[in-house]
């Protein structure tokens, strides 16, 4: 993290600096992005709270496909995927190579962070979080958001508890994430992908825009994070249309491009359910991406396009692993199901935090367990790394060793019905508590 903010004052006064710069400068860019309606949406968002979510994987999946099927030019994919590869340096928990061969389930996880946007060259935090589970035997994608809030210890770093998740990709990268997530939930992670919210940009505009239907009424403003100002994005509910208000002028648009789906997807000051409220609506937008993708892949396979999106993109799938998957994997798209972990509110030194008690974390695990064919097994440590007793009672947090008797303490919030119920409940009689046929034999030694 070499030049880099090393606390949250310094970076708060790092973009403090930027913004008076770009103040003085004539103000941020306009977007040249393709908007529903023509001409533009104005400026890009100054907030941090945007939709950064990481859609690599089921964006490479489907130009891979779309490569396979139509012979789009194998060299110029591969360039372009090459360039998007970065390597943690972990070892894998497993042969992941085996796995894929064999057409077996697979994790990745989804990372997003708005590096780069406004300028930012610092490394941030990753305030998208999704673990995905890819089942083609039963044709089944699970994505399961993590709260970027939940209170944890990252790997290695256990000297700064308490922390937020969102924090261990800005202490370690992703080499760090995976650690404090395979060990908090005891799932492995096969493979790992981060994007930018440039790039979630790119690819909704390439695609023509989306139609999402809004699960609540609501105003907001990219600059404010409220609904005020002079630019506001108004969304209704249970219609996927949508106003935007700019300097006076009104128009109405029937579907969202790159900037109105960003817009959509961060708010959460105004939410009844918060930032789990904003997570229901992220998945939204990231299924919406996926049905327009798969009607049309052939929209997202040309060089420029690729080249593009890789500059916003890094994962530690090679272009092998790639073409795998595209060949074994495509019906595991049929059926996309989403889920999220619930905590409960405590305040902490990191800030408004959510704690993720051991029987949720359990559930999660089972889940996700589950959908990958692995036997049953509990969860991991409430934190991931391990805390001192005395760091936690200073806190006023509990241990792992008194976690089962906390759980109704912290016990956590249903769904608003705004959002339905966010648990899977696809398996309709097999063994959603991970008890299952374990599928790897070899590969899936540890787990």
Known sequence: MDNEPQTRSARREAETKQ????????GPRNLKGLTPGGGNHGPRPRKKHSIRNAILFVIALLVLAAGVMFGIAYSNTKNAIDSSFEGTGLTKTRNVSKVIK?????SILLLGTDTGELDRNYKGRTDSLML?????????????????????????YENQFPQKLNSA??????????????????????????????????????????????????????YTAHNNGEIIYNF????????LNKNGSKKTYSKMDGAAALAFSRMRYDDPQGDYGRQARQRLVLQAIVDKAKSNPTKLVNQKFLSTISDSTKTDLTFGDMLTVASKYLSA?????????????????????????????????????????????????????????????????????????????????????????????????TDTTGGGTDYYGDAGAGY
């Open 333 to 429: 798209a049929k059926t996309i199901k989403t889920d999220n972990a619930q905590g409960t509110s405590v305040a902490l030194t990191s800030g408004s935090s959510e704690l993720i008690t051991q029987s949720e974390k359990q559930r999660v695990t089972n889940t996700l367990r589950s959908s990958l064919g692995l036997k049953h097994k509990k969860t991991g440590t409430l934190y991931g790394g391990n805390v001192p007793e005395s760091l936690l009672s200073a806190n006023g947090l509990p241990s792992d060793n008194t976690s089962s008797s906390t759980d109704s303490t912290y016990g956590t919030t249903s769904s608003d019905s705004t959002y339905g119920t966010t648990t899977d409940g696809t398996y309709d009689g």
């Open 169 to 222: 990709y800005e202490y370690g990268s992703a080499k760090t994430t995976i650690k404090t997530i395979q060990k908090w939930l005891n799932v492995p992670i096969d493979y790992y992908a981060l994007v930018n919210m440039n790039g979630l940009e790119k690819v909704i505009d390439q695609l023509g825009g989306v139609k999402v239907k809004s699960p609540l009424t609501f105003g907001y403003n990219p």
């Open 102 to 106: 064999k057409g077996k389930p697979f």
């Open 236 to 243: 209704k509910k249970n219609s996927s249309t949508y106003t």
């Open 19 to 26: 913004n008076k710069r770009k103040k003085r400068e004539g």
């Open 132 to 156: 995905v589970t890819v089942n083609p035997k039963k044709e089944k994608v699970t994505i399961m958001s993590l709260p970027r809030d939940s209170v944890i210890a990252p790997i290695g």
